[in-house]
């Protein structure tokens, strides 16, 4: 039967298919809400994103970038990388060095683990089945400051902190899980090393000369201007993924009718959410339907996932736990699914993604049920 489908999906044009979803897609929205309604909510969704969270994002963007980049430029990064080197070997079977990955791409985002995987000096400290997985370990801290940054701007302290130690949990969980699957694949590549033609040493310090002001300087602007990088980066995502969730989450007006404003929709995921309450709440203690709509946005992108929450916290659905599961699942997912892809195609091992992903997967879940529990502990306490 399935042998039978793909051949039948195979004679079908990848354009007729394309059609059809999206005509189909924008024929619902239009038969709930009427044409020109479901137009209007679309454009003004979007624009009031733009304005008031994109740019507040950015924000974050600029001011963490600049601290990174401080961070980077007066040694405590390097700082930070030796306290945390050994714990790489007994948490996450990496070598210490991996432990600077770590630090920038919480500092930064996914990507930056794999520009740090280029440098063969790197490289060199790696067996191949930990270097493959280091994909799995730097997406789970990619852009970790900003989520629990900006978590922390809405009002929530203590919660993103524990959403961070789950976001590790689901780290270890997810790293040890991609070297298992690799080396059940691939077992010869436990003794091979990721790069043989340069033998592991010390990086050497050149001393700057620059004035220390300059320094300072240079370090801020230069972060801020990645920052903005940053900001820029995540605008599709949030204004694309977060106004269609947003359709797909929201109902119609107080009024009980469609007039085109921002933030209408079909309420269609907490339905779906609805179906399946009881184990939602058992796992991670969500008591709104409405939340899920949350970690579905975050496997793309976690700024688009951020964008929701001001609006969840408006509608009062957001309570300290619901902000600590938002923060580990945002943390450790981070929209992997759309950049595992190409971090495995730049290390040259996509025919890999699948497994990668599915170690995500498992590893974001278990983020979020540890940050659940760590929230009941934390109120237990207190």
Known sequence: MKALFR???????????????????????????????????????????????????????VITGALGRLFVEFGVVSLLEKLLR??????????????????????????AIIALAQDKQFKSYFRKYQFIS???????????????????????????????????????????????FVLRELPEYAQEPACEDVAPAAAEQVRDTRPLFQRILDSLLDGGRSGVDVGLAIIPGVLVISTFVMLLTFGPSAHG????????????????????????????????????????TALGAVGAALGLVPNFIQSGWVDGNAIAVFTAIGMCWSGYLSTHTAMLDTLGYRHLT?????????????????AHWGVMLYNWLA
Request: proline residues 5%; neutral net charge.
């Open 86 to 111: 050994p714990l790489m070997r007994p948490l996450f079977n990496l070598p210490g060095v991996a432990s600077l990955g770590a630090v920038l791409t919480f500092l930064s985002d996914n990507p």
């Open 354 to 370: 699948s497994k990668a992903i599915l170690a995500h997967t498992i590893g974001g879940i278990a983020a979020a049920i540890i």
């Open 257 to 296: 009718g469609y007039t085109g404003a921002a933030y209408e929709g079909v309420e269609l995921l907490p339905k779906v959410g609805a179906m399946c309450g009881g184990v939602f709440e058992f796992l991670f203690g969500f008591r709104d339907p409405h939340l899920i709509a949350f970690p579905i």
């Open 134 to 180: 280091l994909t799995n370990f730097g997406t789970a801290f990619g852009m970790g400051m900003l989520v629990i940054v900006f978590m922390v701007g809405q009002g929530f302290y203590a919660e993103p902190f524990i959403g961070f130690f789950g976001a590790v949990f689901g780290c270890i969980l997810s790293t040890r899980l991609m070297q298992r």
């Open 7 to 61: 051949k039948l999906m195979s004679h079908i044009p990848q354009g007729v298919i394309c059609l059809v979803v999206v005509c189909g897609l924008f024929a619902y929205l239009a038969a709930h809400m009427g044409t020109s309604q479901m137009l209007n909510t679309i454009m003004k969704t979007a624009h009031d994103l733009l304005l008031n969270t994109v740019l507040y994002l950015m924000a974050i963007c």
